[in-house]
């Protein structure tokens, strides 16, 4: 079994990639690294040689990830000749400091540097080494212009060894070694336009961010370990099965812990209220943005929940928020979609809406649908995020899609294939988003979950119609660009991985037919039956009538007709003069969603401003300002009483010197000493900390 | 008793700090007659780490020893050997070396290079090497104040410098309050049982009954003088001031070394006289925790001035230390010392660079003083980077294991409430690590002209290495760090 035996290489082989463009990367640039520049894309076409140590770079990088796909493929190839579909490497031992003497049933404690590769890390790895590898491939086109090449391909192969990490993480620990690694990588990639100010202030909100949620994720780790007294993912199911755990209705451990984790994976994966970060991280490079925040990293909260499966279904109320929080945050971020200009900033709402609805399936208990559709979003948001990068560079830089338009001509093979991803996505049938949506809405409708199926069915309508709106402004219509600019299509290394996408994006959802396709899906493979070795499948319960089915798939679909025949309407034949939005919503209403419910503002007003700022700066001015004020009075005070005491000489001298002052030459230097917090303020506080500790003491 | 007043097994136990004295006057003859030039006062450092040389290969016997027989005393059972003291006195040894590496060339910056320097180092880690393995009330005072006296120099040694007089002025003052409260507390603790040894004053203690008020007396003056000495709040004011004036590399060395030193005498304190009392100063200790990460965390996020910063982060991470002794279980304890190990590492790594940004003429220990450090320095910029996430508390770095084991010994406890707002603030301490992160990158338009300069020999550079791969090692192969702080806290507990 060498490849099942090798998967701990899976990660290990970008980790190499990264190690030598940080450590040696600078040498292979022509001239040392300026940094690139100011401009999102001012070095395009500009049209400069490529220098040779570039050439080491575009074959190792890329070749790295190759590498690691390839491994991928032959392991899952062995893993299917695996018993249960599970097998784990362990490398050494990491944690195992707890066993001694101090009992409570943690005596077996470890956690190890261990890999497992199962059905679930199976489908996490082929997406993460798969879609990274074509964005790798794409990245040598797109940055080839740019500054700190070396930079940015040090910091993707890092990134992908880490997101490997995460997923292939035998126990929480691990994985959490790879969750704050991609945090990491992904504010490294973010700020990459470093002279930008806002490309650094991205990078810190959406590390701040990110951090809220990793703090409960330690709490519910912590919480895992107290309860069921291991850490490791094959060793969860058995002890829940020994520590005799029920379903739990209403609250106890176990919702409070798989609580923490969803609040950290409300972090990672962008779910409202911590949803504030990802539109930003748009600042960073295209490539980064599809593969960072679209296909990869924000996923990996729905690969948390999903893979705490067994535990979540035993906290039904936890299932419900997630499910709530996931549509909630589906049908958000979709009406802030509807008004945005910024064709990357339309794709980052639509992002952080999809994985609303992957949250939506895992909390109505259709884990493996959230995997799927996890999987099939992978291809067409990557297929989409790449080919508006492919706009974005065609049309030297610019981002807002009122300065595009009527591009379809001129860019025929992006034209192409971002028409397939949006159909994707907007849910035609025979397109893998199609499969996954509509299992997600079918799974939702018969958990009786209807009000929350209503959302879903809005959120997709509305998905098909800002889909078609971007298409239509970027494509159709009149031609709005600067007339400077040369608009050309992107090199072949860039449309080859949009090809490969948009192939993916056909055909990806075949793997996840309805059941009601009858003959048609029992000839596919299905994902359900492989991913249920390593998620809970609920079971059919009781069965709904085929026609219902059938009935809802044909509503939700001509729904999504309806949507983009009403955005081919308004944005393909108007002269795009004003602003059809505008009309369609209502002022007051578009007025909301342009300025995204005004929840960044709100944030900034109540935690950054008075959470942080005004209590940290009290804070940090309690030894100057407010012990002056407060002592005053009782300075006086202590003082005289001092004098009675032991130590009163010294503090009668202190005391004199101060108000004598300044003359005295003895103590003449420091001026600075009474403006920077006086001595003996300090010993009264000193003393009042005495005092509070005594009366704890004395009263206790 | 009577027959020989100081044996061989005595020499023996008193062996480093017999060391440390003996090189330290030895710097301070060959400074005065040997060393003329003044270019060629680096040299000092090389006897002082020679004396660390020394004292480490004394440490290997003293390992030796107890590995192979069992803890040992000697002076009359007034100084113990164990696990607990030989792993303290290594986490000085560390310590003092790192601080003589990037003394040299700071103290050549600053114009004050002079011999007693060196020869304070090595005193006050004398002074710390007795307050380890002291198992005296008046051994273990003397110690403290060996170790305060020398750092109340250390700190002023910039004479032309206002602050840092101004900070060893405060520092001396408030430290000897807080040594007179100890000093009270202890004069209680021998009213109480009749005897200085550790060992008999806890029986007493024992003996005595729940409300008894002496004890309680004794309680409240040596707690509130080890918590000055940690800098916990509200006893921390004196650090800001004294991080900031005194010269970096001591900084540095107060930081780390002071501080392990002082929970060394704490534990031993709170764990052997005072342990059967744990019920009365256990809640006591544990809200103290609380306000100094509340007060450390969040007055760090303001402060410009990196020392400062620093200072506040330290007084933080005394909470989180404080915390392991609250949960007073094995895991809490074995957290601390991992802690404490981890945090030599990662708080010289930044201090050492810290130290490299000074330049004759020049302070540079503002935030904005490591602006596009990056474009510089890109390969200190990255240990930079695993330093400050080493102090966030970020996996696979050496700082998340002391946060770890001590998360995980106060929710076995069952304080549900510490530990959540202990992870709270984990994540506020990222902001301002961050922010030193994020300046190293930070270039603004047309600010080329003064991008940050680092100034290296080669032991700042040896010692950057060798912190930032120790920060990753005990991250990534941790177990052996892990046993090794096991060992010295089982040693505690008997």
């Given amino acids: 079994m060498f490849f099942l035996d090798s998967i701990w290489l899976i990660p290990m082989f970008p980790l190499l990639g990264a190690a030598v463009m940080l450590l040696f990367g600078r040498r292979l640039e022509p001239q040392h690294d300026q940094g690139p520049p100011a401009d999102d894309h001012g070095g395009h076409g500009g049209g400069h040689g490529r220098p040779a140590g ?80 074509l964005i790798h491939v794409y990245s040598v086109g797109y940055m080839a212009h740019d500054g700190g090449y070396y930079r940015f391909f040090g910091f993707l192969n890092l990134f992908l060894f880490f997101m490997l990490v995460l997923v292939l993480a035998n126990n929480y620990v691990l994985l959490f070694v790879g969750w704050e690694g991609v945090g990491f990588c992904s504010w490294g990639l973010i700020g990459f336009y470093f002279r930008k100010q806002s490309a650094q202030r991205a990078a810190t909100k959406a590390f701040l961010v990110n951090r809220i949620g990793d703090a409960a994720f330690v709490l519910g780790m912590l919480l895992t370990f107290t309860t069921l007294g291991t850490l490791t993912f094959t060793e969860i199911g058995p002890a829940l099965e020994a520590g005799g755990f029920q379903i739990e209705n209403p609250w106890g451990p176990l919702s409070l812990l798989t609580l923490f984790f969803f609040i950290g994976a409300c972090g990672k994966s962008a779910q409202i209220p911590l949803h504030v970060w990802l539109p930003d991280a748009m600042e960073g490079p295209t490539p980064v943005s599809a593969l960072i925040h679209a296909a990869t990293m924000v996923t990996a909260g729905v690969y948390l929940v999903a893979r705490s499966s067994e535990i979540y279904v035993l ?74 990068g492919s706009v974005i560079h065609a049309v030297g830089g610019e981002q807002d899609m009122r300065k595009m338009g009527a591009l379809k001509d001129k860019i025929p093979l992006t034209y192409k294939t971002m028409l397939i991803g949006a159909v994707a996505i907007a849910g035609v049938p025979g397109l893998a988003g199609f499969f996954s949506k509509d299992e997600i809405l079918w799974k939702t409708f018969s958990a009786h979950q209807y009000e929350l199926y ?110 983009i025949w009403f955005a081919m309407k308004t944005f ?32 900034d007003r109540f935690v950054v401003k008075i959470g942080a700022q005004e209590t940290g700066s009290q804070l940090g001015q309690i030894d100057r300002k407010v012990i002056d004020g407060a002592v005053n009075g009782v300075g006086k005070l202590t003082r005289r009483t001092s004098s009675l005491t032991i130590f009163g000489d010294k503090w009668i001298v202190d005391g004199l010197v101060n108000t004598i002052g300044y003359g005295v030459k003895f103590f003449s230097y420091p001026i600075r000493m009474f403006q920077t917090g006086m001595v003996q303020n300090y010993v009264l506080l000193f003393v009042i900390g005495l005092g509070v500790v005594a009366g704890y003491f004395l009263f206790e | 008793m009577d027959a020989i007043l100081f044996s061989a097994a005595d020499f023996h136990v008193l062996k480093p700090v017999i060391l440390l004295c003996l090189f330290g006057c030895g710097i301070l003859i060959t400074d005065a007659f040997l060393i003329r030039n003044r270019a060629d006062r680096w040299k000092n450092a090389i006897p002082a780490l020679a004396a660390q040389v020394a004292v480490a290969a004394s440490l290997v016997q003293h390992l030796g020893d107890v ?118 507390g202890f004069s209680i603790l021998y009213g109480i049982s009749g005897s200085t040894n550790l060992g008999e004053i806890a029986k007493a203690v024992a003996a005595r009954s729940e409300g008894d008020l002496a004890l309680f007396l004794a309680l409240i003056t040596c707690s509130v003088g080890l918590l000055f000495k940690i800098a916990a709040a509200p006893f921390h004011m004196w650090a800001p001031d004294v991080y900031e004036g005194a010269p970096t590399p001591v900084t540095a060395y107060v ?102 940004l000074r330049r004759e003429g020049e302070a540079a220990e503002d935030i904005d003083d490591f602006n596009g450090l990056y474009h510089r320095a890109p390969g200190y910029t990255i240990l930079l980077a695993i330093f400050m996430l080493s102090l966030t508390g970020i996996p696979p770095l050496a700082g998340f294991y002391g946060k770890y084991f001590i998360f995980l010994a106060i929710l076995r406890e069952g304080y549900y409430l510490v530990a959540v707002f202990a992870a709270i603030y984990v994540a ?8 030193l ?58």
Avoid at chain 1, 116 to 131: F, K, P, Y
Avoid at chain 1, 511 to 531: A, Q
Avoid at chain 2, 317 to 325: P, R, T
Avoid at chain 2, 428 to 435: E, G, I, N, P
Wanted: one cysteine or more; aromatic letters at 12%.
């Fill in chain 2, 428 to 435: 506020v301490s990222a902001f301002y690590y961050f922010r």
């Fill in chain 2, 67 to 184: 590995r192979s027989g069992g803890a040992f005393s000697g002076l009359n059972g007034s100084m113990q050997v164990d696990g607990f003291a030989v792993f303290f006195n290594w986490l000085f040894v560390l310590a003092a070396s790192l601080a003589i590496v990037i003394s040299a060339r700071y103290m050549g910056a600053e114009g004050e290079h002079r011999g007693e320097f060196y020869a304070l180092l090595l005193f006050a880690q004398a002074g710390m090497s007795v307050m380890a393995a002291g198992y005296d009330l008046v051994v273990l005072f003397i110690g403290l104040e060996t170790m305060a006296l020398s750092f109340y120099v250390l700190v002023g040694f910039l004479r032309d410098t206002r602050r840092s007089n101004e900070a060893a002025l405060k520092y001396l003052i408030l430290g000897a309050f807080s040594s007179g409260l100890l000093a009270y």
């Fill in chain 1, 315 to 388: 906290a039904p109320n936890t299932m419900l928020i997630v499910a709530v929080i996931g549509a909630l945050t589906a049908i958000f971020a979709a009406t802030i979609g509807l008004v945005q200009y910024d064709i990357k900033k339309v794709l980052a709402y639509s992002t952080v809406s999809q994985l609303g609805y992957m949250f939506l399936a895992c909390g109505v208990g259709a884990f493996w649908v959230g995997i799927f559709h996890l999987y099939t979003h992978a291809f067409f948001k990557a297929l989409l995020f790449l080919g508006s």
């Fill in chain 2, 255 to 356: 930081s780390v070394a002071s501080k392990a030193a002082s929970f060394a005498l704490m534990l031993r304190i709170f764990l052997t006289a005072f342990e059967s009392a744990a019920e009365a100063w256990m809640p006591l200790l544990g809200a103290i925790a609380l306000v100094t990460m509340t007060i450390g965390n969040f007055a760090a996020v303001t402060q410009t001035n990196v020392k400062r910063m620093l200072a506040y982060s330290s007084i933080a991470h005394a909470g989180y230390i404080l915390l392991g002794l609250v949960a007073g279980n094995e895991t809490g304890l074995r957290g601390v010392a991992v802690y404490l190990l981890a945090y030599v590492f990662m708080n010289y790594g930044a201090f050492a660079l810290v130290a490299a």
């Fill in chain 1, 454 to 563: 209503a959302l879903g069915l809005i959120t997709a309508m509305m998905t098909a119609f800002y889909m078609f709106r971007l298409i239509f402004m970027t494509f159709h219509g009149d031609n709005r660009v600067d007339p400077r600019t040369h608009v050309h299509e992107s090199p072949r290394s860039m449309t080859v991985p949009l090809a490969i996408l948009a192939a993916g994006s056909i055909l990806a959802g075949y793997v996840g037919t309805p059941i009601v396709f009858g003959p048609v899906h029992d000839m596919l493979p299905s994902l359900e039956h492989w991913l249920s070795s390593a998620v809970v499948v609920a079971d059919a319960g009781e069965h709904h009538a085929a026609i219902l089915e059938w009935g809802l798939m044909l509503l939700s679909v001509s729904l999504a007709l309806l949507a």
């Fill in chain 1, 54 to 133: 570039r050439t080491l770079v575009n074959i190792l990088c890329p070749g790295m990830v190759l590498l690691s796909f390839l491994f991928a493929l032959g392991a899952i190839f062995q893993l299917q000749s695996v018993e249960g579909h599970s097998y784990e490497v362990v490398k050494w031992t990491w944690l195992a400091g707890l066993d001694s003497a101090t009992g409570m049933g943690l005596n077996a404690f470890t956690a190890d540097w261990g890999f497992l590769l199962d059905a679930l890390s199976a489908v996490m790895i082929l997406v993460v080494t798969g879609i990274g590898f």
């Fill in chain 1, 572 to 603: 393909k034949t108007d002269r795009y003069a004003g602003e059809p939005m505008h009309g369609i919503l209502g002022k007051r209403c578009h007025q909301l969603f342009l300025r995204k419910y005004s929840v960044d503002e709100i944030y």
């Fill in chain 2, 437 to 494: 992160i994020r300046a190293c990158w930070l270039l603004e338009e047309g600010e080329q002209q003064k991008p940050a300069q680092l100034d290296m020999n080669f032991g700042t550079r040896a010692a950057l290495v060798a912190c930032a791969l120790l920060t990753l090692l005990i991250g990534i192969y941790p177990q052996p760090f892990i046993d090794l702080a096991g060992e010295s806290v089982l040693a505690a507990l008997r």
